[in-house]
């Protein structure tokens, strides 16, 4: 069963990228950020090196100058110890090659993952904070297991802001025609049309993803790629038939439960279609809920 444990990873990483186009990071000499992977020393190149503080959320991120990445995100804005076990709190995730469509190895993909995270200091007159890591991390689709030693990050600098929505860029409301690919839905009790949708395929699953690219709001899907027509229950998006929600840049909503009905599948012109409902809460154990109810989509994979 494939599982997209990546979903901290790309959000991490959006929100990391965001503030470097909206004020550069500035990295100073005495800034890395380095590891053991699996018995090989890596070590991100200083352009690609930084952190944000968002929303009561952590994340410190890292590009290696062969394309690997580490990502950790914790829910959290303090200095302390952060274990790496089973759950959505505490998350620490490797890719191989950033430019491949390999799913990512995770922390919370091991229930008894010995690992941890801890941040020694955190200094706001600097903005710059330092740590330590270590822990395995597991690739769900193959089972893959990958052991990170001596990690560390030292005077790392990290934004607190995300990229703010120029007034003169609002969005453009979405016509949907019939026969046209789309997807919408009332969100408590708004509707809401996509402005952008994706549909794409990775190994043995199937993803939906709409978004607005200005506000970052989105709705998102996994199912098995074998799905064929009639009603699933869904759930969040570590799940067989998975769903979420984001309500912006830095808030992520998790299906918690939902249905989903599969009104056509067909594979020749690879086009789906369907109905969707979920109850959502706030990923990483938040307060945040939203209901999505009334959804409907036609997309093309």
């Known amino acids: 069963m494939s599982k997209y444990h990546f979903i901290y ?7 990391f990228s ?9 990295v100073t000499k005495t800034a890395s950020l380095s590891a053991v992977i699996n018995g090989l020393n890596w070590t991100a190149n200083n352009a690609t090196m930084g952190a944000t503080i968002i929303d ?29 076990s089973d759950g959505y709190s505490y998350v620490m995730a490797y890719v191989e ?45 193959d089972n893959e297991r990958i052991e990170i030693t001596n990690g560390q990050f030292i005077d790392i600098p990290f934004t607190t802001e995300v990229v703010p929505v120029e007034e003169e860029e609002e969005e453009t409301e ?21 402005p952008s949708l994706t549909g794409a395929t990775l190994n043995d699953d199937l993803s939906i993803m709409a978004i607005n690219a200005i506000t970052y709001e989105s709705i998102t899907f996994s199912f098995p790629m074998s799905i064929t027509k009639g009603n699933f229950q869904m759930g969040d998006l570590f799940t067989d038939y998975g769903a979420q929600y984001n309500m912006d840049q830095s808030t992520y909503l998790m299906a918690e439960s939902g249905t989903l009905e599969i009104t056509e599948h067909d594979t020749e012109k690879k086009e789906l279609a ?23 989509f036609r997309v093309q994979y």
């Open 9 to 15: 990873l790309l959000a991490g990483l959006l929100s």
């Open 18 to 26: 965001a503030c470097k186009e909206e004020e550069p990071i500035i």
């Open 56 to 84: 009561g959320v952590t994340n410190i991120s890292g590009i290696s100058a062969d394309n690997q990445v580490i990502t950790i995100t914790l829910n959290t804005t303090t200095p302390g110890t952060f274990p790496l």
């Open 97 to 141: 090659d950033q430019n491949s469509n390999d799913p990512a190895y995770t922390s919370n993909a091991i229930a008894t993952n010995v690992g941890r995270v801890v941040i020694t200091e955190i200094d706001k007159k600097k903005s710059v904070m330092s740590g330590r890591f270590n822990g395995d991390v597991l690739r769900s689709n």
């Open 174 to 194: 979405v016509e949907v025609e019939e026969g046209e690919f789309f997807l919408k839905a009332e969100i408590d009790g708004n509707l809401w049309k996509a």
């Open 274 to 296: 369907g109905t969707f409902s979920f109850e959502a809460k706030e990923f990483g154990g938040g307060t945040k809920t939203a209901s999505v109810q009334n959804g409907s």
